[in-house]
């Protein structure tokens, strides 16, 4: 409920606050509660239509609250109030350029999702500068809750000795469990593309340019039909406003430098394949473009070539005439992990490994994942082929280095996890304070009918 309270306070206080279509249409047109100021937080009101329409938001996304939703949901949006008036205080405030990135990356996931711009305006009523105006002001609250919340929290370090203590003194059933996980090495070869195979992708690539310059297509259709960027195809191409930092260098340069919506850039090489590329907007350091990928297919029998290079170096370092580390310093084409002997990183955001050498099999590449599952420690795996992080196709070997089984969490082999449940811990307290504080020395004004409440601060009402 903390992490609720705390953390979920940076949702919205409104419809357009968060969540996808589905919702947006199922509240669409049931918010017809005249207005009147149910809490009143330092100088903010909190209107009964504001959490009328959050309530029935929470519930067409099928979320279900411990306790009375008219009293949790005010007072999650009371707790965001007493964050907000303190960065008053404080001189805080949202970084601009990541509220506008913010913004249009959401408009852009709704818009992908109903389809069109224009049914976006009809499921909310309001036309797209109304929408956009009202999106930023709510991702700007949300940006300096979280910075408040840093503020109030980003000190807070936790010692071993009190890791140590906490896990001497926890019911070690309480504590999480951990699966399965597995550390794995890699070495991958790309398969060679013939100099004719590349010409014969930049010939399509000037082709269709050549037919968007007569006027014979539109540039959206043939990226509709011909781009292999599954990511934007079907939206013709576009990619939605985006910053250089976004974008490979070699891509930033040409989209940046486009002047003529009427033109077609260059031909562009990226570790993903060939481009073009057409200006669409741009806003301030941010571009929206259009684009049409080709990759170059690989053929049999350089398939076959690479992976029977590969077997011969799995079979060196099977009967040890080569190790493993220097398999992938001499010939490993990841530069992710050629230089780190071959040592796989989780890159999965949401794993609790992330950023470490460990994975759960779901975390694994699928391809990766369907090797190691047959694998006992130590063993290396047969040549297979798989796709990069860029969707190129690679040749790889693996090699099993540890597989741990599952367990309940503990301080050897899983010293970050009680780390971070103890980090938490103390987080959470350090803000239950603040706001018990915070209550203290701010007018809370809070209308009869919800005076019955139990909240989980009872220090809204005074004594």
Known sequence: MMRKLILGIVATVALLGSGMPEALAQTKNRTNVIDEVAWIVGDEAILLSDIERQRLYFESMGERFEGDARCIIPEQMAIQKLFLNQAQIDSVYPNDQMVNQSVNQWIEAVTNELGSREKVEEYLGMNMAQIRADRRRVVSEEYVVMQMRQKIVGDIQVSPSEVNRFYDTVNKDSLPFMPQTVEVQIVTQQPNIPMGEVDRVKQQLVGYTEKVNKGEMSFETLARIYSEDSNTALKGGE?????????????????????????????????????????????????????????????????????????????????????????????????????????????????????????????????????????AEGEVSAPFTMMDKNKNTIVAIVLLKRRAPGHRANVVDDYQVIKNIVLQKKQNDTLNEWIQKKQKTTYVSISP??????????GWLAE
């Open 239 to 375: 990619m939605g406003f985006v910053g250089r930092a976004e974008l490979e260098p070699e891509f930033a340069n040409v989209a940046f430098g486009l002047q003529d919506t009427n033109k077609v850039s260059r031909i562009v090489r990226t570790a993903k394949g060939y481009h073009i590329m057409q200006l669409i907007e741009k806003r301030g350091d941010q571009v929206n473009v259009r684009h049409i990928m080709l990759r170059p297919r690989v053929a049999n029998e350089d398939l076959i070539a690479t992976t029977n290079r590969m077997d011969s170096i799995a079979h060196l370092i099977r009967v040890d005439s080569l190790p493993f580390q220097a398999a992938a310093r001499l010939y490993s084409y990841d530069e992710d992990t050629r230089m780190g002997n071959g040592q796989m990183v989780n890159t999965n955001e949401r794993s609790q490994y992330y950023g470490t050498s460990r994975f759960t099999m779901e975390d694994l590449p699928q391809e990766v994942s369907a090797q190691v599952a047959k694998m």
């Open 449 to 458: 009918e919800y005076r019955q409440c139990e909240f989980q601060y009872p």
